[in-house]
Structure formats: structure tokens, C-alpha cells
């Protein structure tokens, strides 16, 4: 994990298309609030999992 990332949250959900677009979404709403999504594949096949990180 990067320095200055503490991790707040994650949720594992099915994958959909739109996944990308929400996350991209919410990064570029969000950022002056001082949080970042990252979305990442899940173990379990057709899951997809969102983390929630708090920048310092």
C-alpha cells in the first residue's frame, strides 16, 4: 500500500460493467474530501472488490 493511504473500508460485490465508471466517478468527486476508491479483483470469480483509503 502507498505511504500516506490508510485503509478505511472494503465491500466485495458481483462485478458489473459500470464498476470502473462509479469508482473513476467518486475519485474525481472526491478527492478534495481526502479519500480515494481503488477497485480490485476478488477471489471469487465475478466479484469485485471496492476498498475505501483516507489520505493524510
Known amino acids: ?3 500516506g493511504l490508510t ?3 472494503t465491500i ?3 462485478a ?3 464498476l470502473y ?3 473513476d466517478f467518486l475519485n474525481r468527486n472526491l478527492k ?3 479519500v480515494v476508491f481503488g477497485l480490485s479483483k476478488a477471489v ?3 466479484k469485485m472488490t471496492i ?3 483516507r489520505t493524510e
Open 1 to 3: 500500500m502507498p505511504e
Open 16 to 18: 458489473t460493467d459500470d
Open 32 to 34: 478534495e474530501q481526502q
Open 21 to 23: 465508471r462509479l469508482v
Open 44 to 46: 471469487e470469480e465475478q
Open 12 to 14: 466485495t460485490i458481483t
Open 7 to 9: 485503509v478505511s473500508a
Open 51 to 53: 476498498t475505501l483509503y
